[in-house]
């Protein structure tokens, strides 16, 4: 680590948004003592640690996609179960992607949700920035990634969108001439959420590239999982996704802005409760961190 640290930075290029060597080695050992350089690293270790080391430049390429794809499926199932704990089969207004693929052979999303006359449609992107993103090195590649992961989530709400008017969906007692409002929303991995300028630009190519433009058709949303982690209480609670996005999406001032500002501007009762859920599975694996230190007999992290 040390060789890394001294190749890496210098007093003249610090790149303090760099933490990449620590982030690989939270816990330093000093004779029989283990110090932890950064609890924040290495909370990131026993969850989101591995990106550190696939979004390195010195992995193959081969290496990271065969790990990008992985996470892609594990992302998709997770908002899946997200959702389904929030509209149970029973209630009959969550069709998830096994259904659709078999409704809709060509492109389709991810999941959509039923409201009465009015549906919200989902699409899952789990594209990870790359290290030189990550790291403030390369404006072109984060706006390339950020459009490219919105734009062809576009393409595929557009073509849901195309099949369910042409009745697609009829078999699962969704009639095209029943629907009068289609809304839109990609779940992002990356906690980026929607920044004003830069989704007006997104909100322009999908413009120019003729998607989303069927009658009926809100702007469309991007949502960070954190958000919608942070809404599912909400959501259980009685508070209606399609409604929440419609409003935010009727004011001129949030159509373009994170939904997380929008709440604690306009919404300042929702994303105040903790995910229940989450906190059950925090305990869980907490404890399954703990047994595998202990058995291991590793010194004690100070």
Known sequence: MQAEVRER???ERLDPLDALPLAKRPVLMLGTMAYAVSNKL???KLTRGLYH????P???WDERERFLRYMGAVFEAYVSELLGRVYPPQSGRYIGEPVLRQ??????CDGLILFGDSMVLVECKATLFSHDVRTARNWEAFRRVREDVVLDGADQLSATIDAIIAGALRGEGVDPGFIHSY???VITHEDVGMVRPLHRMVLGEVAGRNLLSQAGVLPLQVVSIGELEALEEDLHAGQSLQRLLAEKTAEEDWCTESLRNYC???RPDLMRGRNAHLLDRFEELANEALAFFRERDIP???
């Open 58 to 60: 010195a992995f193959s």
């Open 264 to 266: 604690f501007a306009r």
């Open 103 to 108: 409704r809709i052979p060509d492109k389709k």
């Open 183 to 185: 809304l839109p929303v």
């Open 42 to 44: 290495l909370d990131d």
């Open 9 to 11: 930075y210098s007093l």
């Open 53 to 56: 080391f696939f979004l390195d």
């Open 300 to 302: 004690e992290v100070m």
